[in-house]
């Protein structure tokens, strides 16, 4: 992990190659998972990156219990609605 001082006075850290950058200093980053899987080859004669076919970087953010709920309910209020809109019928 990198922790540094930029000059608005906020910290930039980097965990994972992740980047915080509007996250005061007594602020903790989010909890986030990462998976590192990218292939790239380097052309050495023209520094040009190509990306293996059938690899990726994924980062996502695992949701709070209560953000769950409250988007679970969305859910089922936006399904409610829908099945009662005339124009889906």
Same mark, same amino acid.
Request: net charge negative.
């Given at each position: 992990?990198?922790?540094?001082?930029?000059?608005?006075?906020?910290?930039?850290?980097?965990?994972?190659?992740?980047?915080?950058?509007?996250?005061?200093? *007594?602020?903790?980053?989010?909890?986030?998972?990462?998976?590192? *899987?990218?292939?790239?080859?380097?052309?050495?004669?023209?520094?040009?990156?190509?990306? @293996?076919?059938?690899?990726? *970087?994924?980062?996502?953010?695992?949701?709070? @219990?209560? @953000?769950?709920?409250?988007? *679970?309910?969305?859910?089922?209020a936006r399904?409610? @609605?829908?099945?009662?809109?005339?124009?889906?019928?």
């Amino acid at each position: 992990m990198f922790v540094g001082v930029v000059p608005s006075g906020l910290t930039l850290i980097i965990d994972n190659g992740y980047k915080y950058r509007s996250i005061t200093a *007594d602020e903790s980053p989010p909890p986030c998972e990462m998976q590192n *899987d990218i292939g790239i080859q380097i052309s050495l004669g023209t520094y040009k990156l190509f990306y @293996e076919a059938g690899t990726e *970087d994924v980062l996502w953010r695992p949701r709070s @219990e209560g @953000e769950q709920t409250r988007l *679970d309910e969305r859910a089922r209020a936006r399904h409610e @609605e829908r099945k009662n809109c005339v124009l889906l019928l």
